[in-house]
């Protein structure tokens, strides 16, 4: 998990020493009032439910203060283009669902590593459940928990989530159908090897149907390409 220092110092932007350590003492004091920053506090702040908390991007705190904090919070650190990057995999997703419609059987989607997938939860709402059903395969089971819970509040049944971890097959489930399109949207920002790429890429390769779609999202420092 990545810790507050690591999302301070980060490679991708300059080397700011007297700034950054500025911003390290204030969001460990703020801490405790800021709710985006707790989350990222306990769980780290590349965790499902602080991407989550992210993509919610309603501010919460003690007081105003502690909105004020959490709002600061959510408008740095690159968050605005994970905003960003969930809207544009929303319309990627939608159009390739369109282009399975026309098909006999259903369309199956699996998500690897991003529980709670609140972008797949909102999704399955906006396009309606006939024919489109949704896997989520993620190791962390607070996570997975959320997600549930998320799905259960909006209505969404026709999404599954499974306690797998992508990297390790032995724990992958097999599908009675394979998925069409399979998405990986953050899992490999947090990757640092190239062996661990190859092994994520060979998996979702042996997991396609024939024909099926790949999409994943790779950010660069704060922006999305």
Sequence with gaps: AIALNRLIDSPHRPRRPLRQAIARVFLETCAPFSAGL????RFGFDSGLMIDYVCRNNSEGAGFAGRWIDRWFLNRF???ALRERKHRLQESLRDL???HRPSEH?????????APARYLIELLGEIGHAGVFATVLDPDPVSLGEGRRLAEVLG???IDFVRADPLDPGRTPTFARRPDIVIVSGLLDRMDADPEVRWLLSGVRDMLAPGGQFVFTVQCGDRDP
Aim: net charge negative; glycine share 14%; hydrophobic share 35%.
């Design 38 to 41: 707790e989350i990222g506090q």
């Design 97 to 99: 669902i369109r282009l």
């Design 106 to 114: 259903e369309i199956h989607l699996v998500d690897l590593g991003c």
């Design 156 to 158: 969404r049944e026709r």
């Design 78 to 80: 690159g968050w605005p």
